[in-house]
């Protein structure tokens, strides 16, 4: 009983609310209201960004969204960095106990009705407006399961202001809100937030994609959502689950296959969804907490640190997406919570603890690392939560990490969403201090840069910041197999190939070039890519292609045809087979072994070479100017049938314009 007594009342994710410590405002007259909708002006401490119209939003970019490296690109090639922020509600306010339809037990006392807030005090054009006016070009708008099978017609009086949306039920609200926003020029991230509408992030029962559900059921919501979002390109990506975290019982994990494995979870909901919708990114957040929050048991807040030795692949290159969430009352092993050990306070330092340069150090290992290019989990990050109490803050140590927080976003040029967006006055006083404008139940305005609020000058400097813009070059890409993953969508249309035997099969645009001895995993690279033939994929499974000498005297040898390379394999227990796919031009045949005898055979430089994507295995490694041509084996005593040679083979040095060799596949 002790796990639960002592996480029964804790914040295990990020995501601020009731549990936070309460912010005390000063004087309610110094809260000067606008009329909503007019324009925000700046006070003597902040620069306002340039506001852009809807139209002008809607020209500036064009969809659909893919990635080239660490960056995000819109359907040109050029730079669209996420400058985006949490629209709440749809995932639900009511905080688990006490009478639902009272506005008491909602968070901070701001009842959605499950709808995006705010839509029963301002039409929706004026919180539109008000979203151009802090610099925003794309929305991240969280959902509960529960939405999708909610046939209940929403109160009138929740969208008293929009009186369009009357007689509409909670997921009808959500597509009149996507189809307002995404008309307006913004970008939206559909965010599967929770299961039931109960808000987020506790133990709570939305702890995992699976708490209250099936992981079956899970997907099956968000291809039912691909499918109703997919003619409209400007619904760009798939955030596929907020804040994953230990329940009672159990920590969720990363990679271990079983039914608490996210890396599993992410890779089964992402594949399907691109098949679904093949342009929408795929966005998964890191793991927020593992253990028991309590000084005597392991416990942590991993976030992206498994990814530098298991990333996901994707059956579409260019479509995923890190991200993970930072708030300052949390902390790398905090749990956010106040108080004593019994209510899990661990009394670790929190983040806003930290000084300078622990705080850069511990974001860069949580997170910012997988912007580093050239390795198998480079990727776009974008941090999708973060914040920080505004008018009434009185803790210099929450304003000092905004401050510094803001900074390393602005130097390291990252991706971001502010938690939330939208939230009520109530005498003039904000509800809920995080939110960027507040709206009385008039509809009059508490902007972030009316006056008062002493984030303005971080948030301004924030969406303001010089970055990367224009076209972004394309750059290659490694990709780590692990287990049975089938990742070419050639293959995934066809029977078995290779039925009873787990298979580890490239996407489409990349080729095998590396293996882990005695181990699940593999890599592939798009690295100076051969065009494929119009041909037949051939499976071998006997040595019948060994022609021209024995390569690898005494051991068992798969290899490909002569004008194919290796984009797959299939084991049982050890590799069984191979799928080799043809080549459109020659390859040529001079051989070069890499051997597996204890020892680390990777490539000096190139091939991924800064990150280790199977720690503790030897590997071989073709290089990127090579093919994967074959593979050899033989039984030893102590290990049975292993791995034991490469047959690496060169690419042609020629390059050439049409598409053939070195021509780079198209990742859009």
């Not at 995932?91 to 995006?116: C, F, L, M, R």
């Not at 999708?384 to 009185?394: K, L, P």
């Not at 299939?570 to 040529?588: D, I």
Request: aromatic share 10%.
């Amino acid at each position: 009983m002790l796990a639960v007594a002592v996480v029964s009342a804790l914040t295990l994710g990020g995501t601020p609310g009731a549990y936070a410590v309460p912010l005390t405002a000063s004087t309610p007259a110094a809260y000067a209201t606008t009329t909503a909708g007019s324009p925000l002006t700046a006070d003597s401490t902040t620069k306002a960004v340039p506001t852009l119209t809807g139209p002008e939003l809607a020209a500036s970019w064009t969809a659909p969204l893919s990635t080239r490296g660490r960056y995000i690109v819109d359907a040109n090639g050029n730079r669209f960095k996420l400058k985006s922020g949490n629209w709440s509600g749809a995932q639900g306010t009511w905080e688990g106990s006490g009478d639902v339809n009272d506005v008491a037990n909602h968070q901070a006392k701001q009842k959605s009705n499950n709808i995006p807030l705010g839509l029963d005090r301002v039409p929706i054009q004026r919180i539109l407006d008000d979203f151009h006016a802090l610099g925003l070009n794309s929305i991240r708008l969280p959902y509960a399961d529960a939405m999708i099978r909610d046939t209940t017609v929403v109160p009138d009086s929740a969208v008293a202001a929009n009186p369009k949306l009357k007689g509409k039920t909670p997921l009808q609200v959500y597509d009149a809100v996507v189809d307002a926003l995404t008309a307006d020029g913004f970008a939206v991230i559909l965010n599967n937030h929770t299961t039931t509408y109960r808000f987020c992030c506790s133990l709570d029962g939305n702890e995992r994609w699976n708490s209250g559900q099936s992981t079956e059921e899970w997907i099956d919501d968000w291809l039912f959502l691909a499918k109703r979002y997919k003619a409209n390109k400007r619904v760009v990506g798939a955030d596929l689950r907020n804040e994953v975290r230990r329940d009672t019982w159990h920590d969720p994990n990363w990679g271990w296959d079983d039914g608490h494995d996210l890396y599993k979870a992410y890779q089964q909901a992402g594949n399907k969804i691109l098949e679904v919708d093949p342009d929408l990114l795929i966005i998964m957040e890191g793991i927020n907490w593992q253990g028991i929050p309590q000084g005597l048991f392991p416990h942590g807040r991993p976030m992206l640190t498994p990814v530098r030795n298991l990333s996901n692949t994707l059956i579409k290159s260019g479509k995923l997406v890190y991200s993970a969430h930072f708030y300052g009352y949390t902390g790398p092993n905090h749990t956010g919570a106040t108080g004593s050990w019994w209510d899990g306070n661990t009394n670790d330092p929190r983040y806003r603890e930290l000084s300078p340069e622990e705080l850069i150090k511990v974001v860069h290992d949580q997170a910012l690392f997988v912007t580093e290019a050239g390795q198998h989990f480079t990727a776009p990050v974008w941090i999708s939560e973060f914040g920080a109490g505004g008018r009434g803050q009185t803790n210099d140590q929450e304003k000092d990490w905004f401050r510094r927080f803001t900074d390393i976003l602005v130097k390291n040029d990252i991706d971001f969403a502010q938690w939330p967006l939208v939230g009520w006055t109530t005498d003039g006083v904000p509800n809920d201090s995080w939110a960027l404008n507040h709206y009385d139940s008039k509809g009059n305005r508490l902007g972030l840069a009316d006056g008062g609020d002493w984030r303005a000058a971080d948030w301004f400097k924030l969406v303001n910041a010089p970055g990367k813009t224009g076209k972004v070059a394309e750059t290659d890409h490694w990709y780590v197999l692990d287990r049975d993953q089938n990742l070419s969508a050639t293959m995934r249309r066809q029977p078995d190939w290779s039925p009873g035997n787990r298979k580890g099969n490239c996407p489409d645009t990349a080729r095998l070039i590396a293996f882990a001895r005695s181990s699940n995993r593999s890599l592939c690279t798009d690295a100076n890519q051969p065009a494929k033939g119009d041909g037949t994929w051939v499976t071998v499974d006997d040595e019948s292609h060994v022609k021209d000498g024995d390569w690898a005297w005494g051991r068992f040898k798969l290899q490909c045809p002569d004008n194919h390379f290796a984009v797959g394999y299939s084991a049982n227990g050890p590799v069984n087979r191979l799928l080799c796919a043809p080549s459109s031009k020659p390859l040529p045949t001079q051989n070069r072994l890499v051997w597996f005898d204890k020892g680390d055979n990777r490539p000096a430089d190139g091939g991924s070479s800064g990150s280790d994507w199977a720690p503790g295995y030897y590997k071989g490694q073709c290089r990127d100017d090579e093919y994967l041509a074959g593979v050899a084996m033989r039984w030893y005593l102590h290990t049975g049938t292993v791995l034991d040679v490469l047959l690496c083979r060169p690419l042609p040095k020629e390059q050439e314009d049409d598409g053939g060799f070195f021509g780079r596949p198209d990742h859009k």
